[in-house]
Each structure stands twice: as C-alpha cells, then as structure tokens.
C-alpha cells in the first residue's frame, strides 16, 4: 500500500470502486481526515480521459452543502492524478435500510436533507446522474451525504438517457419508496399504492413522475412538500393521534334509532310551537 501522496499521508484502504482505488488519508496541513480517490494505471496512462475527469472534478469542487459530500482538492503526484474527498464516516443508506423499511419520520428527514442538496446543486447546473441508496452515506448523527456529486460517468453507471435535474428527482423518488418499504421499486413504479404512507403518496408520484399531470419541476418544490409532510407528522405525534382516523362503524339499527328520535324531538317541538300560537 502507497504511503504518502503530496502532503497527505495514507492510513489505510477503504474500498475500491470503478474510479480506482480508495483511500482515509491525513491532510498534514490543515489536520484532517480525507477520503482519497485514486484512478488505476489504465485511466492514469490516458490523458485525455484524465483531463477529463480533472475537467468534471474542478466543475463539482464548486458545491457546498451540508448534505453533499465536498471535493477539497485535484492533485496530482509522480505524473498520478487524485481527488480528496471530505471524509465521511457512517454507513451506505443502502445498508442502513437493509431490506427493512425505515420510520416514516425518519425517511422524510432524510429525503428532505437530499432534496435540499439537488436544490443547490441544480442552481448551479450541476447533476448527480446516479444516485441510489449506495452514493448516500447516513452519519452517526443520522444526517445524509451524496458521494460523488458530478462524477457519476467515472464512479458508477449513470443513469440512462439524458440527465437533468429531473434524472436526480427521479432518483430521490426511487430512494424514498426504497426508505418506506424497504425495497427499490418495480420499473414503472407499478403496484407502489398500498406500501406507500398515504401522508407520502402524491410526493412519491410526482418524484417518480407517475401522475397524469407531470412531477416536480424543481427540487425544491419536492424539499417543500416533504417539509409540510414532516410538519403534519410531527403534530399528529405530538397529539397522540394514528396516521388515519377511521370513524367507529355504526351498525344499521342504530341509525335507525337516531333517526327515531329525532323525528320524535322535531314532532314535540313543532306541537309546543302550534299549541303557543
């Protein structure tokens, strides 16, 4: 295992992905951990595909967001090109919902914290192209990451056709009904209507564009619309009330009794009304 690159100093291998190599590292610097991404010997020995990931790093080096995963650095050390990546510890999101649906609460949170993140990042004209349950990592505070913002066509299979911001919608879409029932969706989004909490159905088929009348527009409309969920979830909580209220059944002789005896009060009134004329 390599030691040292420029000023950052290796600790051990954390994985390896399409992109190369990766690495927890000490910036000796400033004194902090970093993930470090380093590309294999056969992107290395291509330059033009090496410019052309130091092209699309510098573009996504740009964003700043709490829920984003930042990109400090693009380096280069002995001819070998590398990206420094903001540390993030935790666990995939993928891993964390393990086949089990999460709290209802608890994925709106952090479905919210992703669509804020889009937000951002489509102001700037930036496009995630692949996100899933496996490029957001869930820290030990419970707050979400997006890993790889921008690079998705060297760090996983982007997502097919073209991409735009609706491509990340889609995807957030996709991570929520994965978040509420514990599986990824069927193509089409066919079937999704009773696993889905009814307080989440219009947001996840406007996400996953399944309503006649088109989705979301923007991220930050879907951001709103899972605050207001969060909103109404949070009071029902706080009253000590279910997620529906289902009125008690009345059985068809009880109706019959009740509209009894209000025609009988009517009938005593109108007498006592007649008789005081």
Same mark, same amino acid.
């Given at each position: 295992?390599?030691?040292?690159?420029?000023?950052?100093?290796? =600790?051990?291998?954390?994985?390896?992905?399409?992109?190369?190599?990766?690495?927890?590292?000490?910036?000796?610097?400033?004194?902090?951990?970093?993930?470090?991404?380093?590309?294999?010997?056969?992107?290395?020995?291509?330059?033009?595909?090496?410019?052309?990931?130091?092209?699309?790093?510098?573009?996504?080096?740009?964003?700043?967001?709490?829920?984003?995963?930042?990109?400090?650095?693009?380096?280069?050390?002995?001819?070998?090109?590398? =990206?420094?990546?903001?540390?993030?510890?935790?666990?995939?999101?993928?891993?964390?919902?393990?086949?089990?649906?999460?709290?209802?609460?608890?994925?709106? %949170?952090?479905? %919210?914290?992703?669509?804020?993140?889009?937000?951002?990042?489509?102001?700037?004209?930036?496009?995630?192209?692949?996100?899933?349950?496996?490029?957001?990592?869930?820290?030990?505070?419970?707050?979400?990451?997006?890993?790889?913002?921008?690079?998705?066509?060297?760090?996983?299979?982007?997502?097919?056709?073209?991409?735009?911001?609706?491509?990340?919608?889609?995807?957030?879409?996709?991570? =929520?009904?994965?978040?509420?029932?514990?599986?990824?969706?069927?193509?089409?989004?066919?079937?999704?209507?009773?696993?889905?909490?009814?307080?989440?159905?219009?947001?996840?088929?406007?996400?996953?564009?399944?309503?006649?009348?088109?989705?979301?527009?923007?991220?930050? %409309?879907?951001?709103?619309?899972?605050?207001?969920?969060?909103?109404?979830?949070?009071?029902?909580?706080?009253?000590?009330?279910?997620?529906?209220?289902?009125?008690?059944?009345?059985?068809?002789?009880?109706?019959?009794?009740?509209?009894?005896?209000?025609?009988?009060?009517?009938?005593?009134?109108?007498?006592?009304?007649?008789?005081?004329?």
């Amino acid at each position: 295992m390599i030691e040292q690159l420029d000023h950052y100093k290796i =600790l051990e291998r954390i994985g390896a992905g399409s992109l190369g190599e990766v690495y927890r590292a000490r910036d000796t610097r400033v004194g902090r951990t970093v993930a470090i991404k380093l590309p294999g010997p056969e992107l290395q020995a291509d330059r033009e595909r090496c410019e052309a990931l130091a092209r699309d790093a510098r573009a996504a080096s740009v964003l700043s967001h709490p829920n984003i995963a930042a990109l400090y650095e693009i380096a280069e050390e002995g001819g070998q090109l590398f =990206l420094v990546f903001e540390f993030v510890p935790g666990e995939p999101l993928k891993r964390v919902i393990a086949g089990r649906p999460l709290n209802t609460r608890r994925a709106v %949170t952090l479905a %919210t914290q992703l669509a804020d993140a889009l937000a951002d990042a489509h102001a700037l004209d930036m496009v995630h192209g692949g996100m899933t349950s496996d490029t957001i990592m869930v820290t030990p505070k419970g707050n979400a990451k997006i890993l790889d913002f921008g690079l998705a066509r060297w760090t996983s299979r982007p997502f097919a056709g073209d991409l735009d911001h609706r491509t990340d919608i889609r995807a957030l879409g996709m991570v =929520l009904v994965e978040m509420l029932t514990g599986r990824q969706p069927a193509a089409g989004a066919a079937g999704l209507g009773s696993s889905i909490p009814p307080e989440l159905a219009d947001v996840v088929s406007k996400a996953l564009e399944i309503r006649a009348e088109g989705g979301y527009e923007a991220a930050a %409309t879907c951001a709103a619309d899972l605050r207001s969920v969060a909103a109404m979830l949070d009071i029902r909580a706080a009253a000590g009330e279910p997620s529906r209220v289902v009125p008690p059944r009345r059985d068809r002789g009880s109706r019959v009794w009740v509209v009894a005896a209000v025609v009988l009060v009517l009938g005593v009134l109108a007498a006592i009304w007649l008789a005081g004329r």
